[in-house]
C-alpha cells in the first residue's frame, strides 16, 4: 500500500522517490553529434507559431518556516510569499538570506483562456495544420478538458471549426472549460462505452463531417522541411469550397507538441533569465507527459545542466516512461535527430496517490493557502502536485545547489468544474 501523508511529508520521501524511480540521476541520454543538436534547435524553431512570442512571466516564491507547530495544514509548517520581480541573469546567484525559495514560470498568464503547457501544445501544431490547408479540427477530453477549451478558442481566432468530443453526459450548468468548449466549439457528449475507444470514435466522428480527414501523426514528417517561418500565412489562399479534417488526439500528446516546450525552455536558457550554466531543477505535473518530455528534450539538445523532474499524476511510471520513448522516438523519426535513450525524465510519484481527477481532503484549502499568499492559484488535480514537490525541493537545495523551477501549467478554470463535483470542499 502506497503511503499517503496527512501533513507534510518528509524530504526524504522524495529524495528516495528520485533515485528509486530512475536509474540514474542523470539522464542516460546520447546525442551523436553538437553540431546535430544545434541543427536540430535551429530547424525546429524555424517555424510560424501560434504564440506571438514565447515570453512568460518568472516569479520567485519564498518558503518560510513558521514557528508553530499547531494543526499543520496539508502543505505543513509553511508560508510563502511572491517576488513577481526577482533577480535573474547576471543576479542570479544573488543571496536572499539563504531563505528557501523556488522559481514559478508564469505560464498560467499567457493567455485569459488558452494558457500553461495547452498554450505550448498548440504553439507549433495550429500553424502546422493551416500550412497543410487544414479547415476543421476534431479533437477529445474530459467533460472540464482544458485541452478541448484551448483547441476551440485556438481554432476560433485562427478561422478554423473545433469539433470537440466530451466524455459522458452534459453536466446540468456548464461552467469553466466545459463553457468556453462550447461557446468556442461544435461540442458533442459521447457515451463512456464509445469514448473508450478513442481512435474509432474520432475517425467516425471525422467522417461524418464530409471531408478529406486526416491524422496528425501523417502531418509530422513534413513538418521539420515545409512548416517554415518564411511560408505565408495560408488564410489568404485557403479554398473556400474545400474542407479537410485533421485529427488531434485527446491532449495533444504528440511530437508535434514538443517544439513549443523546446522553444520555452530555448526562451528561459537565454542570458537575461536562467542562463545556460545555472544547475536547475524544473518540476512539472505530468498528465500525458508530453510536456516533460519537450523540456527535457530542449535541456539536452542545448546542452543545459538542468533536470527535469515529472510529477506522475495519470498512469504508471512504465506508462509515462513508455510514452517518453514513444514521443522521443517520433520526433527523431520525423526529424532525423540521432538521438539515443533510456532516461530522460524524472518520473515521481504525488505526495498523496490516488485515482486521476479526484481531490483529497485539504488540498482545495491548500490552493486557497497559496491563492492568499502569493497570488497564484493552483488547482488540485495538477498544479498543486507540482507547487508540494517544487517546495520541497526548494527547502532541499536551500543552501546551494540547484536552482528549483516550477512550470505552471494553467488549467485553473478546472476549479469551477470541481467546486461542483465537490460542494463540501468549497
Known amino acids: 500500500m502506497k503511503p499517503i501523508f496527512q501533513g507534510k511529508p518528509p524530504i526524504s520521501f522524495f529524495r528516495h522517490k528520485f533515485h528509486s524511480q530512475c536509474s540514474s540521476i542523470n539522464p542516460q541520454v546520447v546525442c551523436n553529434s553538437t553540431s546535430s543538436r544545434e541543427e536540430f534547435i535551429t530547424n525546429i ?30 502543505l505543513g509548517n509553511v508560508t510563502f510569499s511572491n517576488n513577481s520581480n526577482p533577480p535573474l541573469g547576471e543576479n542570479l546567484t544573488e543571496l536572499h538570506n539563504n ?19 495547452k498554450a505550448r501544445k498548440l504553439d507549433a501544431l495550429l500553424p502546422l495544420i493551416e500550412d497543410h490547408s487544414g479547415t476543421d479540427v476534431v479533437t477529445c477530453g474530459g467533460c472540464q478538458s482544458a485541452h478541448t477549451a484551448a483547441i476551440a478558442v485556438c481554432c476560433a481566432e485562427r478561422g478554423l ?30 457515451p463512456r462505452s464509445v469514448y473508450s475507444n478513442r481512435e474509432e470514435m474520432l475517425l467516425s466522428h471525422a467522417d ?3 471531408g478529406t480527414v486526416v491524422r496528425l501523426d501523417d502531418l509530422l514528417t513534413t513538418s521539420f522541411t515545409i512548416h517554415k517561418s518564411t511560408k505565408s500565412n495560408f488564410h ?10 485533421v485529427i488531434v488526439n485527446e491532449g ?8 513549443g516546450l523546446i522553444r520555452l525552455v530555448k526562451y528561459l536558457s537565454e542570458d537575461n533569465k536562467f542562463g545556460k550554466n545555472q544547475p536547475l531543477k524544473i518540476v512539472v505535473d505530468a498528465g500525458t507527459g508530453t510536456t516533460a518530455v519537450g523540456l527535457g528534450i530542449g535541456a539536452l539538445c542545448l546542452g543545459l545542466p ?3 523532474t515529472a510529477v506522475m499524476l495519470a498512469d504508471t511510471i512504465e506508462g509515462y516512461r513508455k510514452q517518453e520513448q514513444h514521443l522521443i522516438s517520433e520526433l527523431c523519426r520525423c526529424s532525423g535527430l540521432p538521438l539515443m535513450h533510456t532516461r530522460l525524465v524524472h518520473w515521481v510519484q504525488r505526495p498523496r496517490p490516488r485515482k486521476f481527477g479526484n481531490v483529497l481532503k485539504g488540498e482545495v484549502e491548500a490552493c486557497q493557502q497559496i491563492a492568499r499568499e502569493t497570488g497564484v492559484l493552483v488547482d488540485p488535480v495538477y498544479t498543486l502536485a507540482g507547487w508540494e514537490v517544487a517546495s520541497q525541493l526548494s527547502q532541499e537545495e536551500g543552501k546551494g ?9 494553467g488549467g485553473t478554470l478546472g476549479m469551477f468544474g470541481l467546486a461542483q463535483r465537490y460542494k463540501s470542499y468549497f
Open 45 to 74: 524553431l524555424d517555424r510560424r507559431w501560434t504564440l506571438t512570442n514565447p515570453d512568460t512571466k518568472v516569479h520567485q516564491i519564498n518558503v518560510s518556516n513558521l514557528q508553530t507547530q499547531h494543526n499543520p495544514g496539508l
Open 99 to 117: 531563505q528557501s525559495s523556488f522559481y514559478i514560470i508564469r505560464d498560467d498568464l499567457l493567455h485569459p483562456l488558452v494558457n500553461g503547457n
Open 161 to 190: 471549426k473545433a469539433h470537440l468530443l466530451l466524455r459522458g453526459e452534459q453536466p446540468q450548468i456548464l461552467t469553466g472549460y466545459t463553457l468556453i468548449s462550447m461557446l468556442y466549439g461544435n461540442v458533442t457528449y459521447i
Open 208 to 210: 461524418s463531417i464530409s
Open 236 to 245: 489568404n489562399t485557403r479554398p473556400s469550397n474545400l474542407k479537410k479534417i
Open 252 to 259: 495533444a500528446g504528440d511530437a508535434i507538441a514538443l517544439p
Open 306 to 308: 538542468w533536470e527535469i
Open 401 to 409: 545547489g540547484a536552482k528549483v523551477v516550477m512550470i505552471h501549467t
